[in-house]
């Protein structure tokens, strides 16, 4: 079956234009604020919002069913000034030359926000106070040093939120949110405090209600003006019909159906536009627009990372049941809306700064949809929209949505076939997630039963559930930077300054476990540092940057009267500290208690000169290093120490506690972080040259998992994965003849049930060959659709720097036999 | 109880059902010209010698303690009559350019070994495939692992060129639940001209291996100029037919992916070049074979 005209069309147009930057939102909201100095941050945030949506151009663009865009272009990148102009400032004359995620600007639109727009909000971005605030000793290793890293939380919008579509929007409607508002505000009287802050509260959720709605009016009533329009060319002189075929291959200025056909279209549209998100959906048709409605919003209040979709299988398939009961759809018109939204879901741009491109490469906006898996009674949640999303994602090939399944031991042998299926397309999707062992996060997160059930992903492999607020990618620690202070007397070797904690020369320790202890001692300075950026950030965000919006999408926040932002989801879980470089650090300490402590063929001081000199003059113990053991073959006592590591960095960051005291958790995900981490850590013990990657998650180092994939599974399989609830990641990389029989597929089956049985929570493939990497190296032009995993999320290839690609083509391609 | 293994190799998936490791065990009687693994002809470890890694620094020659025992053009290879297996050479190349082929290990290590992959199998249907060499040549060690493998409920799948004493293994053979069972050539002369021995005592227990139930596959290394012809495939189609039935016929084209080891092995005299045969000479085989009567099936 092949993708319709009509979304081929989109398709092609998705993979052939740029991501252009476009300022109106930042022009109307800093207008905005101009108007309202001196009124409660949270209802000038609201009025901002109002603002924008009443006044940003609304465009339907040809052929579309599914309308919305967060500004003039398909493919447009928003600004968002409050958090930061100044990477922009000082990034946006390269914005189109830099070598991950270039966007285009024009020279007038540089010149018009350098102008109009950073003027003023000089002074006033949550990153220039987040500069003033965080001390000095944190901020020497914290701001753009790649050894703890948060910018996206001082530089960005936090995102990182699955709306509550089932339990709260679709059952209300924003008319009814502004109605209840209302309601509220006109019980409260502004005699405490605390009313005072409710009533606040409340009226910037009316406002934000009202925005959304205005939004979609907006469209209904371009799409009627735009069917009147048509109707006048139709009845216009010698008007001819042509046919869609002929049309279709005409490209740009045509359409890809009828006339007559278009015209009644746009006046469903309109339709459509008038009752969602106003009133609950009805229909198939209403209920993914209300939420392309949604997520726009998402996106046009804050630039958001990680807004995630959720279990779209679950809240989608009532309204298609329905519907195809009364014979409202077919499963083709389903299925087209649904490829319609995943091209939608992946136009919009996530703007972000150069460095945040190298921690979160590919364009990629992070909007995690999750399918599969059990209800909330415990039995099997598969269904008709189940499959249409995994077909969606293997025809259309975009980005977007990060797809992600749940595979738990009963589920149906035809839903494993359909993720193999999708799996042998090498786009790297689905990310194929363990169940039970998601359930066992949230479990330990603190979540009642029946929701740790209920959980999706959040951006990349975080198991996160609908009704919560968290920061789940607070910080990113760097293991190989701990790993070098230790060994280098608290000096980073790239930098040449003391940023750890200064320590004795490498030649005076006199054990393993005093080494082992002394990176402990500097990784526990790094969490510790984490935490300030981490709670500094928090409190900012509560205070600068609330969220009317996305309260009215997570529970909890409207009985409390509370902001997302200070405390008002039904479960306030912990930020999350995302642990880079387990491996390198479990097989640096390998090296040196084998050689120096075991075998007594090399010195101490002998290790210090190498990781001195980088290696050069060192070739022979470089080797020597090499040969010892590595994490990723299954080898008992290096993943022993990788355990070690783990469960130490697990219960240091335990101790402490965010601003609304829930504990800090730890992660080994993805994301593209371990190349910048790799950056500024000089050479590792492993045998690891200086600047060369570090590892993600609780992958092996890139080309040392010389075995197997099986014992690349079975080493992280060891690790204790329901402890890390912020995810585990394991990518692994087959050669694409793995799958091309049926005994393969099966065989892929076996592997991913028995590594799940192991307690493991993750694993992704990739199935691309490396032959044709290169071939989409050398012609980019040709492959611009060819996705591949960069790590807990796939994205195109061709968009990706040399480096990242060459970081690709380097892991270690398991083939059989 | 100890014997030599070539290779333990997990994740192997062409050897039989579901996710397999198969067990290479070192030594073989016969020495077929298009061998792929000239390493596992004897029963001890060898040291393989790679031109494109040496880089000629000397250091083999410092740390070799017998003389003689290293040739002294690049890339030193090894001459197994001296050679003493102590290893040394192949710790201090700097290149990786030397590489110890097989080692001696114990039952208990090579089940414990095997077994951590019981999980996948479990998942898989798979279990161990033995190989070699000719897995039977170490027939105690053989029968040792065989017997632990079946107590631990582990499936088991046996390659074999059928060159073994019946009686020396026929306790083992009754414990498979698959094998793979060599007809390389019908041809009496033609076969001890091309593996160095007659095909009498194959056959022999090709016939013996029909009475004990155990599913069979015969495997037929197609290679061109050798015995890819009609003739050659139809008499083992029909003599497969005629005094078992049951089994199904693989057809293998030959493969030159084992051509490096004999240069590292400084082999090369022992060498013969053969052609791959196509696929649609493949396709017509199989058709062959078919018409006979008998099964084909692929592992591929």
């Known amino acids: ?817 | 109880m100890t014997g030599v293994v070539s290779q333990i190799q997990d994740f192997s998936v062409h050897d039989g059902d579901g996710i397999r490791t198969t067990i290479f065990l070192s030594g073989c009687p016969l020495r077929c010209r298009w061998c792929s693994n000239p390493e596992t002809w004897g029963v001890k470890p060898v040291v393989a010698s790679h031109a494109s890694r040496c880089t000629d620094c000397g250091r083999c020659l410092q740390v070799c303690p017998v003389e003689g025992a290293l040739g002294l053009g690049v890339p030193h290879h090894v001459n197994p009559a001296r050679c003493t297996l102590c290893g040394r050479c192949v710790e201090v190349c700097p290149s990786a350019a030397k590489t110890m082929m097989g080692r001696d290990m114990s039952v208990s290590e090579v089940v414990g070994k095997v077994m951590r992959n019981n999980i996948f199998f479990q998942a898989s249907g798979g279990g161990v495939t033995f190989s070699g060499g000719e897995a039977t040549f170490q027939a105690d060690f053989f029968n040792r692992l065989v017997r632990e493998f079946y107590d631990l409920g582990v499936h088991l799948a046996l390659e074999t060129s059928g060159f073994f004493e019946w009686n020396e293994v026929a306790e083992s053979l009754a414990l498979m639940d698959h094998i793979f069972f060599d007809l390389k050539l019908m041809d009496r002369d033609r076969h001890l001209e091309m593996t160095g021995q007659d095909n009498s005592l194959i056959l022999e227990n090709f016939r013996r291996l029909a009475s004990l139930g155990v599913e069979v596959v015969v495997r037929i290394p197609v290679i061109s100029g050798v015995n890819e012809d009609e003739a050659n495939i139809e008499a083992t189609a029909l003599f497969v037919s005629e005094v078992f039935p049951r089994a199904a016929i693989e057809l293998l084209p030959y493969h030159a992916y084992g051509s490096y080891k004999y240069e590292a092995l400084n082999l090369g005299s022992r060498l013969y070049a053969y052609e791959t045969p196509g696929e649609g000479r493949m396709d017509a085989l199989k058709a062959l074979v078919e018409r006979c009567g008998v099964k084909v099936v692929s592992y591929k």
Request: with cysteine; proline share 5%; hydrophobic share 40%.
């Open chain 1, 1 to 817: 079956m092949n993708v319709t005209k009509r979304i081929e069309k989109f398709r092609q147009s998705y993979v052939n234009s740029k991501p252009l930057i476009c300022y109106d939102r930042a022009d109307l909201w800093t207008r905005s604020h101009q108007e309202t100095e001196g009124e409660p941050i949270e209802i000038r945030r609201a009025k901002a919002f109002l603002k924008a949506c009443s006044e940003l151009p609304v465009q339907i663009f040809e052929d579309e069913l599914l309308v919305g865009t967060a500004g003039r272009f398909r493919r447009t990148g928003i600004l968002t000034p409050e958090f930061s102009w100044k990477w922009v400032d000082k990034e946006m004359d390269t914005f189109e030359t830099r070598p991950q995620d270039p966007y285009v600007m024009t020279d007038e639109q540089r010149a018009y926000v350098r102008e109009n727009i950073f003027p003023y909000w000089k002074g006033k971005s949550l990153e220039e106070a987040f500069l003033n605030r965080v001390p000095e000793s944190t901020a020497r290793i914290l701001i753009d040093t790649g050894i703890i890293d948060n910018d996206s939380k001082w530089r960005q919008a936090i995102g990182e939120v699955t709306p509550d579509y089932l339990e709260t929007l679709f059952p209300k409607g924003y008319d009814r949110i502004r109605e209840e508002a209302q309601a509220k505000l006109a019980a409260l009287e502004p005699v405490s405090r605390e009313n005072i802050e409710k009533i606040q509260f409340y009226t910037s959720i009316a406002i934000a209600a009202e925005a959304i709605v205005t939004f979609a009016n907006r469209y209904a009533d371009k799409a009627e003006a735009m069917a009147a329009d048509l109707a006048s060319e139709l009845a216009g002189a010698g008007a001819v019909e042509p046919s869609a075929e002929k049309v279709f291959e005409d490209g740009e200025k045509q359409w890809a159906v009828p006339l007559k056909q278009r015209r009644e279209e746009l006046l469903e549209i309109a339709r459509v536009c008038r009752k969602v998100p106003a009133r609950p959906p009805e229909t198939f048709r209403e209920a993914i627009q209300f939420m392309w409605f949604v997520q726009l919003g998402g996106v046009i209040s804050e630039n958001p990372l990680a807004l995630n979709p959720g279990r779209f299988d679950q809240y989608m398939y009532p309204f298609y049941a329905a519907d195809l009961a009364a014979g409202r759809i077919t499963p083709a018109e389903a299925q087209e809306l649904i490829e319609a939204l995943w091209i939608k879901l992946s136009e919009w741009v996530w703007t972000i700064s150069a460095n945040t491109a190298d921690f979160f490469a590919g364009y990629n906006q992070f909007q995690n949809l999750t399918v599969g898996g059990r209800k909330r009674d415990g039995s099997d949640a598969t269904n008709d929209i189940t499959y249409m999303c995994l077909e969606a994602t293997k025809r259309v090939k975009t980005h977007q949505p990060g797809l992600s399944v749940r595979i738990h031991a009963d589920c149906p042998e035809a839903f494993m076939n359909a993720v193999v299926d999708l799996v042998k397309t090498g786009t790297g999707f689905p990310a194929i997630h363990n169940d039970d062992a998601g359930s066992r996060m949230l479990l330990q997160a603190g979540y009642e039963p029946e929701d740790a059930r209920d959980w999706n992903n959040c951006g990349c492999v975080v198991p996160h559930f609908r009704k919560t607020g968290q920061w789940t990618a607070a910080v990113n620690v760097n293991f190989g930077a701990a790993l070098e202070y230790a060994l280098n007397e608290g000096n980073s070797r790239l930098r040449g300054e003391t940023l750890g904690i200064p320590v004795k020369p490498l030649a005076d320790f006199t054990s393993f476990e005093e080494i082992k202890s002394a990176f402990e001692t500097q990784l526990q300075y790094l969490v510790h540092h984490s935490v300030i950026g981490t709670v500094i950030a928090q409190q900012l965000h509560s205070e600068m940057v609330p969220r009317p919006f996305l309260s009215t999408c997570v529970d909890g926040c409207f009985e409390k009267g509370k902001d997302l932002s200070r405390g008002g989801a039904r479960y306030n879980v912990g930020p999350v500290l995302t642990g880079i470089g387990l491996g390198v650090v479990a097989n640096s300490l390998m090296a040196i208690k084998k050689l120096v402590f075991e075998e007594g063929s090399a010195t101490l001081q002998e290790f210090a000169e190498a990781m001195a000199a980088d290696w050069v003059g060192f070739e022979d113990l470089q080797r020597r290093a090499v040969n010892v053991e590595k994490y990723g073959n299954d080898q008992e006592e290096v993943d022993r120490i990788a355990q070690s590591i783990a469960n130490y960095y697990y219960h240091e960051t335990r101790k402490y506690k965010d601003i609304f005291g829930s504990h800090f958790n730890t992660a080994f995900m993805g994301i593209s972080n371990y190349i910048p981490a790799g950056k500024v850590v000089g050479a590792t013990p492993c045998g690891r040259r200086a600047r060369q990657p570090l590892t993600e998650g609780v992958s092996p180092f890139v080309g040392s998992d010389t075995s197997t994939p099986l014992a690349a599974m079975r080493s992280a399989a060891k690790m204790n994965h329901d402890v890390h609830t912020g995810g585990t990641l394991l990518n692994l990389r087959l050669m694409s003849d793995f799958l091309e029989t049926r005994r393969g597929v099966n065989n892929l089956k076996s592997m991913i049930r028995a590594y799940f049985s192991l307690g493991a929570f993750h694993v992704q493939f990739n199935t691309v060959s490396n032959e044709v990497l290169r071939k989409a190296q050398d012609r980019p032009q040709d492959y611009r659709d060819l996705l591949v995993r960069v790590a807990g999320y796939s994205t195109q290839f061709v968009n990706l720097s040399p480096e990242v690609q060459e970081a690709i083509i380097a892991r270690c391609a398991h083939k059989l036999d």
